[in-house]
């Protein structure tokens, strides 16, 4: 089987950028649509509103439907959003790479646990994954212990030291390469995927 290597597009999730996602001529960075942060503003507001109501007044039930109605507003926008992004990303792929992320581990910290619920990965991934597979096109997940964000891929040195999600930029300290973390981890994901299509008999052209 032979895959065009320009088809062959890896993503890394993220929560400063959502997504940032290409093949090897390309970096593309998505950012969460500013609406989302509106209702997500809008909800805490009225969560704050609820906390000091008295509990059965109709004032609160009023504050009630009122939370309803922005959580199903944000679900809505998420899921046109992220069926769009989706789209976009299976009409160019013909193998799409990605992270296989452990949400429960992350949902325990405690620091990042809301802004990985808000973010929703695992929707887009379960997207992707379905309209891939549905155009008979490769969905690779790489191992959930493989540190895409570690390595350089300038020259596989791995640094332990980039755990903190905090930097965003570094400098490697063996080829002193400038690497940006997402367009790192992207890159080093699709050095995943190329490894793994050869492994499994693909010819890349």
């Not at 309209?131 to 332990?160: D, G, H, V, W, Y």
Request: net charge positive; with cysteine; charged share 30%.
């Amino acid at each position: 089987n032979f895959i065009e290597k320009d088809k062959i597009y890896s993503a890394d999730m993220g929560i400063k950028s959502l997504l940032t996602y290409g093949n090897l001529d390309s970096d593309i960075k998505i950012d969460n649509p500013k609406y989302f942060k509106v209702h997500e503003r809008r909800i805490r507001l009225l969560n704050k509103k609820l906390s000091r109501q008295v509990i059965g007044s109709k004032n609160r039930q009023k504050t009630i439907n009122l939370l309803n109605k922005e959580y199903k507003k944000l679900s809505n926008q998420k899921k046109d959003f992220y069926h769009k992004l989706s789209r976009q990303i299976v009409d160019k792929a013909d193998v799409f790479i990605c992270e296989d992320l452990n949400i429960k581990g992350i949902l325990q910290n405690r620091h990042l646990s809301k802004e990985v619920q808000n973010v929703s990965w695992y929707m887009l991934q379960t997207f992707i994954k379905y309209k891939m597979e549905k155009k008979n096109k490769l969905f690779i997940k790489a191992n959930r212990f493989f540190p895409s964000s570690q390595i350089c891929n300038c020259c596989n040195f791995k640094n332990t030291d980039i755990k903190d999600l905090k930097i965003r930029y570094y400098r490697c300290p063996k080829c002193h390469s400038l690497l940006d973390r997402d367009i790192n981890a992207k890159n080093n994901l699709l050095t995943y995927g190329f490894e793994t299509l050869k492994k499994d008999g693909y010819v890349i052209k």
